[in-house]
């Protein structure tokens, strides 16, 4: 057995050896083929797995359980299933999530991220605020560079609750700055539940705001969400 681990392990096959007793034998070659598959197979779950904490998500929502439903409004060139299919990524487009809190954002936001994750990509996930407030502190300890270097191989930033919270003027110049370096880049998610043209409110300096809703919405894809809050409506559910 140890002879069989020290081989797969020069040949860099990380499960066979754990795996090879397991597979049903017929024919050299239907085993040979089920057991490469298999090896495939937990590889690709591995790296999702490694994916997913790199991706540093705050919730484990998954597509699986979200409710769709007629709260969400699809823009005319945009399909649920293409959407799914997560070409924006590989296009460098944007996904701007917009309604009032509690209708669903931050779930198809995280769904979308995890999907993502279990096909391959790089994700990152940030509290708008609390990536703020990174930029600040590495700006003031002169570590800004190597903290954008961060995202040279990542595919898709999901930003969440942008306008709950609004910045200081250091923190949106921060924040501009490393949304131009992902611009035609990288692929954003952002949710909010402020319209573009309250986003003046979180960037106090108009042309500065102008200037970053133009880079976000210039390739983007943007849903709208209506309707009460789930949490709301769960809540009142359960009154007696």
Partial sequence: MNDI??????LRLAYVAEIYHSIPFENKDQYLRNLFEKEFELREEAKAD??????KFLYSKELDTYQWGDHVHFPPHLEKDELLSLQFIDRYENVILT???GTGKTHLATGLGRHACRKGYEVRFYR?????????KTWQEGKLQSFRNRFKKVNLIILDEMGYIPFSKDGAELLFQLISDWYEQKS??????????QWNRIFTDT??????????????HVLSFTGD?????NALSKRP
């Fill in 5 to 10: 681990k020290d081989m797969c392990k020069s």
């Fill in 50 to 55: 490694r994916l997913l904490k790199k991706a």
């Fill in 99 to 101: 309604g009032a809190p």
């Fill in 128 to 136: 708008v605020s609390d990536l703020v407030d990174q930029l600040e």
């Fill in 188 to 197: 954003m998610i952002i949710t909010s539940n402020l319209e573009f043209s």
């Fill in 207 to 220: 042309r500065l705001t102008a200037a970053l809703v133009d880079r976000v919405i210039h390739h983007a």
């Fill in 229 to 233: 809050s789930f949490r709301v409506r």
